[in-house]
């Protein structure tokens, strides 16, 4: 590596430090300078976790080399305020409960001084559009902006700083808004997430990954790597001294691939160096040999007979079929006056989580194994890898490090284990941080799922009877699809009384990237079916789509699809409360055509469009073009 | 990752074209930053190792711009936040701060320079096609062994297809020179997966001048992007619309024969019911701020005033 001596002010006091000039400037800050409230969530220039003021103008650090901000003045988040205090932006978002899981605030916090800096008098569209570089995956963003503008009125004078003070709470919490105790560490900075943790001495892990979906490992000679200068360790599935496999459910996934990979982007080998980079380097030298195996790319291929196995333990490729059966569907059929038949499908949908994957792993000195990670289920994650490393429970810990949004997709235990192995190899910390691509690569997604729908509907729009079967794409590991397929059965037909039922959902194994937890856990795929089906039901029936809904929906006493009484259901008062708000013309859908009254009104979002800018407030001074 | 083995930040051209003139192979020329590192991830170009990057962001000769009668020569370092930043540029280049708007973000475009861009030669570039309705001109320079030697090329033909263009080994763009267009219309239509952040689908860039009863076209420049190899100047529309009254019929007459204009390999439906919607969109928004944009004269007259 070049190295050239840089010179910079960062947050008011003067730098020097003796540095590769091509190295980002958000390496610079984090690794040189450990300001770690500077955040990489993509690395690419998308996501704005990044962003720092250099003189004075607001960039994103991960695309700037270092040398471009030489001699310059840099501002970080760590510099907006004096330690212990809060700026006025700072504060809003404390106020209005603007940060969630927190990763994305700093560079949103950077991005919201930006805005009052160069347009004070901004308007909601405006900040809208000059924050438009920043991605948020937790909040929708209502609240962030919300913060902006409370700062701008309090920065403009018009509205007293005693707004941005907690609200008064008397006798109950109850009704008042309260504030985040975690939110000052988060607008800060100052939270450190597992990528931001340093230990001394501490390694870099980086991970061999597939390039085939299906195939069997033939060699894996690590030879070339180990001896590397700069490398510490090479550990493959060979260096898991217990019963390899984790997962929520079924334990079918080793901690790197064992014998065959089953699908792209699976973990073959992981190197331990002393930076980043050597690792990566070391990756290119591990020589592995495959032999491809046909693969399985859609799920209904793997029914077929005759289909390739991705596990030995499941011939068939069934991860888990649920079954819900209730009444008799064939004399609900009967009485139907209509019988509605339609198909369904949904796509994979990535978490996109703003923090990557990270993890840091070390043995300490009682020989306890300790992994620290946003993980989201460190105690099933514990006992798994007590299993896998072949420890007691007291030896292994689990420390769960500050989430920057998970939404499901860090319930599997997907590098925890290698992170171990790597440490007690070399009795050292060893960290990993993902890349966003490597994180898109090797996590769990959405289950891609495809629903077949038969409705029987009497012609008053009573439901008779529902025939539903889900298929969905498990990919190639077990992880949460046995859950998702549970809750996608009981949460199927809806909120209705369905008197016949027959429902089978089934998740089965392909050479796909797996697929895992993700909110509503095959809710939403479930419901993208079935109020689809009611709305069509309206409309083949001349109803008016909320009335459809309440001639069937579940009251108190009525029984659920698995045969639950209820003693209190409260659909009846969403339905009111939806038909309200959205200013609903009661009718069935065929009958208004465009000229409806309730589209585009107050609460109708306008087309996505730029250029608030360049509108002119009647009260300030003139803008550009 | 993008790594470097020697990394230079040369101060004058003379010195930066020293250096891209003894270049080893791979070496490459940072400008903006903006597209090079993200090429070097996975996916895309993945773990690059250069053996020299050469950095333009401090070469003296580079920077600024200055007006040549009715040109603005603008050098190479500018960066596209400084046509919505600096109100000078903004009123000779009315089409470029509608551009810079839906270009990259706030951020991106404090780095990311319009010779960069045009250098880059994406063809969903949203840059390109208000620079051709400029009659945007490069000044490539590379070293002659103790002299600069510079020619011009006009933007139009500098490129020729997907990141093809017509550089020369040796050479850097050392300026962009545009029509100033003070007093005209403009109008720039875009779309893309969302708003920030990404590159066209399609865009159009139009530029209007009524004459001075304010109903016919005295000048009109339109061109075409993200549809095809590289992005295109539609002049016969321009000649067709010349000194024709202003008119929604004739506009959208003229709009519906652009989907023909299409030549991507992919989303070709799409791309012909957008893009006739876009110049009718465009022609038209750049006509009504040609009425209301006052010209040169009576800024002039503002001012004393």
Known sequence: MPEMKLEMQVNGRKVMRLADPGQRLLDFLRDELNLTGTKEGCGAGECGTCSVFVDGKLVKSCLMPVAKAQGAEIQTVEGLAKPGELEAIQKAFHKTGASQCGYCIPGMVMAATSVLREAPEASLDEIKERMGGNICRCTGYSKIIEAVALARDVVTGRASPAVLEPETVGESYIGHNVRRLDAPSKVTGRLKYAGDMVMPDMAHMAVLRSPHAHAEIVSIDTSEAEAMAGVACVITAADVPGTDGFGVFVHDQPVMARGKVRHVGEAVAAVAAEDAATARRALTKIKVEYRDLPGLFDPEDALKPGAPVIHDYAPDNMVKHIPIRKGDIEAGFAAADLILEEAFSTQQVEHAY???????????????????????????????????????????????????????????????????????????????????????????????????????????????????????????????????????????????????????????????????????????????????????????????????????????????????????????????????????????????????????????????????????????????? | MLTFERYEMPATLPEALALWAEAPAGARLVAGATDILPWAREGRAGDVDLPLGIDLSRVAELRGYERHGARVRLGANTVWQDFLDDPRLARWLPVMPYCSVWFADDQIRQQATLAGNLVNASPAADGTPPVLALNGELELCRWAGDHIMCRTMRVEDFVTGPGATRLAPGEIVNSVTLDIAEGYGASFQKAGLRRSLVISVACVAALVKLDETGTRFADVRLALGGVGPVPERLRDIEDRLRGAAVDARLIAEVAEATASRVASRSRVDYRRRVVPGFVRAALEEAADRARVAPSAAERKEAENA
């Open chain 1, 354 to 625: 703003l923090e990557p994957e990270a993890g840091i792993a070390y043995v300490d000195h009682d020989d306890v194994v300790t992994v620290i990670s946003p993980s989201q289920n460190i105690t099933h994650h514990r006992h798994m890898l007590a299993g896998i490393l072949a420890l007691p429970i007291n030896k292994v810990r689990f420390i769960m490090s500050p989430v920057g949004g998970g939404f499901g997709g860090k319930e599997d235990m997907i590098y925890q284990g290698m992170l171990a192995l790597a440490a007690m190899k070399t009795h050292r910390p060893v960290r990993l941080v993902f890349t966003r691509e490597e994180s898109i690569a090797a996590s769990a997604k959405r289950h891609p799922s495809r629903v077949t729908y038969r409705m029987g509907l009497t012609r008053d729009g009573r439901i008779t009877a529902i025939r539903f079967e889900m298929l969905s794409d498990g990919g190639a590991y077990g992880m949460s699809s046995e859950g998702v397929m549970r809750k996608a059965a009981i949460l199927s037909c809806g909120p209705y009384e369905i008197e016949n039922l027959w429902i089978d959902t089934r998740a089965v194994y392909t050479n796909n990237t797996p697929s895992g937890a993700f909110r509503t856990f095959g809710g939403m795929q479930a419901q993208f079916a079935t109020e689809s089906m009611m709305d069509i039901a309206a409309e083949r029936l001349g109803l008016d789509p909320f009335e459809i809904r309440r001639r069937n929906m579940m009251r108190a006493g009525s029984l659920t699809h698995t045969q639950q009484r209820l003693t209190s259901a409260s659909i009846d008062r969403v339905l009111e409360a939806a038909e309200q708000a959205s200013r609903w013309e009661p009718g069935a859908p065929t009958m208004r055509g465009p000229m409806r009254g309730d589209l585009g009104g107050p609460g109708t979002r306008a087309p996505c469009t730029l250029g608030a800018r360049f509108e002119t407030p009647k009260d300030s001074k003139e803008r550009v073009a």
